[in-house]
């Protein structure tokens, strides 16, 4: 990485978490044919399906902070059980 993109970098992880979000998408889309077509419609066909799911009451909606907490303690164990610590 240049010393540039270091220096963005930086910048970057001092924004807020909706910022991130925001600029990754940006950065992300702004690759030409980081997802194909297919890819695309597929996640499309995708989100669709769980949109319907969800409107007709038959996925089962779990909290942020529940999948949040969870997933910082899957990582934390990861990191734990890690041997290059």
């Not at 600029?23 to 669709?48: H, K, M, N, Q, Y």
């Not at 996925?59 to 529940?66: G, S």
């Amino acid at each position: 990485m240049t010393t540039q993109a270091k220096a963005l970098t930086k910048r970057a992880l001092s924004l807020s978490p909706d910022e991130r979000i925001e600029l990754a998408e940006t950065l992300l889309t702004s690759v030409d044919g980081f997802a194909s077509p297919e890819i695309e419609t597929v996640w499309r066909d995708e989100v669709s399906r769980r949109v319907d799911e969800i409107e007709m009451g038959q996925a089962k909606l779990i909290p942020a902070d529940k999948v949040h907490r969870k997933a910082r303690a899957v990582i934390h164990e990861i990191r734990r059980l890690s041997p290059q610590r």
